[in-house]
């Protein structure tokens, strides 16, 4: 199974909503990620989970909260998002050994997330 | 600066080949890598090669690797309909906290027509 799957494909969301993002592999990695994409730009990584520890937080606002609960899954809670929040939402994962700077990421397909 | 430069748009007729440039500013870049992104899809790696390395093939797909004008390119031969999508290409930088994130260009748009 090389798969990484992703819940829900597409969401709505006032700003006054509290939803959250599902992520989930089996492939045995030990590093997931978020990444926020907007149309026609690169992924922009938002928080990296290494061994089920949040290692990287690129400054990411409150209003997004990660959730590592065990080593396949993933989460992010989104609570009072703004308009322009709406993106595709990405997450990956890959083997975390961190060797030589080969990490091969795997990446789901998505939530295409709007908020109005 | 790990800055990652792409050409936006490449548009191919079926059948020729493709040329896909990038090019990157941090010479301590260990690995580099091609993804592809199609419609409404997440990424998907295509290919990677070593900093030590100039040329990997694998099928179709060949990449070059110009380390001194810190250029690479990737080359699809036989370019198919099903080729169309977004090409990032990435390098792999280590930074001090010791992770090796990639970091992605802006994207290349691979249209090919019949």
């Known amino acids: 199974d090389t798969e990484v799957t992703q819940t829900p494909k597409h969401l709505v969301m006032g700003m006054t909503n509290k939803k959250s993002l599902k992520c989930e592999q089996h492939?045995?990695?030990?590093?997931m990620y978020w990444y926020k994409q907007k149309a026609k730009k690169p992924p922009e990584l938002m928080f990296v989970?290494?061994?089920?520890?949040?290692?990287i937080n690129e400054s990411v606002p409150s209003r997004f909260s990660p959730e590592c609960p065990n080593s396949s899954l993933l989460n992010l809670h989104l609570h009072a998002l703004q308009p322009e929040d709406s993106a595709l939402y990405l997450c990956?994962?890959?083997?975390?050994?961190?060797?030589?700077?080969?990490?091969?990421?795997?990446f789901g397909s998505g939530t295409q997330l709007s908020v109005l | 600066g790990e800055d990652v430069e792409q050409s936006l748009f490449l548009s191919v007729r079926e059948g020729d080949s493709s040329v896909i440039n990038c090019t990157y500013t941090?010479?301590?870049?260990?690995?580099l890598y091609w993804y592809k992104q199609e419609p409404g899809a997440g990424l998907q790696l295509l290919t990677y090669?070593?900093?030590?390395?100039d040329m990997k093939q694998d099928q179709r797909l060949t990449v070059l690797l110009n380390k001194k004008d810190k250029h690479l390119s990737l080359r699809i031969a036989d370019t198919q309909t099903g080729d169309s999508a977004i090409y990032f290409c990435?390098?792999?930088?280590?930074?001090?906290?010791?992770?090796?994130?990639?970091?992605f260009g802006r994207g290349t748009s691979l249209i090919v027509h019949p």
């Open positions: 990956a994962s890959s083997q975390g050994t961190w060797v030589r700077g080969n990490e091969k990421l795997f």
């Open positions: 492939m045995g990695h030990r590093a």
């Open positions: 989970y290494s061994y089920e520890k949040l290692s």
């Open positions: 941090d010479s301590s870049s260990t690995y």
């Open positions: 090669i070593f900093s030590n390395m």
């Open positions: 990435a390098e792999s930088i280590e930074p001090s906290g010791g992770s090796y994130i990639p970091t």
